[in-house]
C-alpha cells in the first residue's frame, strides 16, 4: 500500500524557519511529480510548491523567493525549505504525490498526505 508520511510542522515566530518533509513507500515504480499543498482556516487548499522527476518546479507567487522545494528521486522524499515565515503561512501542509505504481498493474495515480500543521505566531 501506498503512503505519504509528512513531518517538520511546528510553531515558529515570524520570519523563522522550518522544513517539511514527505517520504512515499510502497509497491512504487517511479515518482511523476511530488509538491506541497495548504489550507488555512476558512480557505481552499491551494498550491504552495511543485516538483516534477525531472526537477522543473512550481511556486504560488505568495511564497516565490522564501520557500525551496526540492526531490530526492532515490527516496521518493519531497522537502519543502520555508524560510522568513510569515502569519498567513499558517495552514496546515499536505503532501501531493503523483507517482507510478504497481496495483496490480502499472497505473498513474496521485496520493495525499494527512498534513501537518505550521503555526507562525509571536
Known amino acids: 500500500q501506498v503512503q505519504l508520511v509528512e513531518s517538520g510542522g511546528g510553531l515558529v515566530q515570524p520570519g523563522g524557519s522550518l522544513t517539511l518533509s514527505c517520504a512515499a513507500s510502497g509497491k512504487i515504480l517511479g515518482v511523476n511529480t511530488m509538491g506541497w499543498y495548504r489550507r488555512a482556516p476558512g480557505q481552499r487548499r491551494d498550491m504552495v510548491a511543485r516538483?516534477?522527476?525531472?526537477?522543473?518546479?512550481n511556486y504560488a507567487d505568495s511564497v516565490k523567493g522564501r520557500f525551496t522545494i526540492s526531490l530526492d528521486n532515490a527516496r521518493k522524499t519531497v522537502y519543502l525549505q520555508m524560510n522568513n515565515l510569515k502569519p498567513d503561512d499558517a495552514a496546515v501542509y499536505y503532501c501531493?504525490?503523483?507517482?507510478?505504481?504497481?496495483?496490480?498493474?502499472?497505473?498513474?495515480?496521485?496520493?495525499w498526505g494527512q498534513g501537518t500543521q505550521v503555526t507562525v505566531s509571536s
Open positions: 501531493n504525490a503523483d507517482l507510478r505504481v504497481e496495483a496490480p498493474i502499472i497505473l498513474d495515480y496521485e496520493y
Open positions: 516538483i516534477t522527476k525531472l526537477g522543473t518546479t
